[in-house]
């Protein structure tokens, strides 16, 4: 059993900008944040960056191969 913290946070994801070598890091409640995250975090690279992100690459861990 995985405790819960203190606001209820069970779970984390982390992304990984390559080029910049920049990690992003959120805390979830539950696995189905991580599109919501995701969908977040790709536009605000892109405003930083102020170019369009050409490729997105996963772990193949198979849990969120569906969503991408």
């Known amino acids: 059993m995985i405790g819960k913290s203190f606001r209820g946070v069970v779970y984390f994801v982390s992304f990984i900008n390559d080029y910049f070598r920049k990690i992003y890091a959120t805390c979830l409640k539950s696995k189905d944040q991580v599109i919501d995250v995701f969908n977040d975090l790709y536009t ?5 960056i102020n170019k369009k992100l050409k ?13 991408f």
Do not use: F, R
């Open 44 to 48: 605000k690279v892109e405003i930083e």
């Open 55 to 67: 490729c997105v690459q996963i772990n193949n861990c198979g849990e969120y191969t569906s969503l």
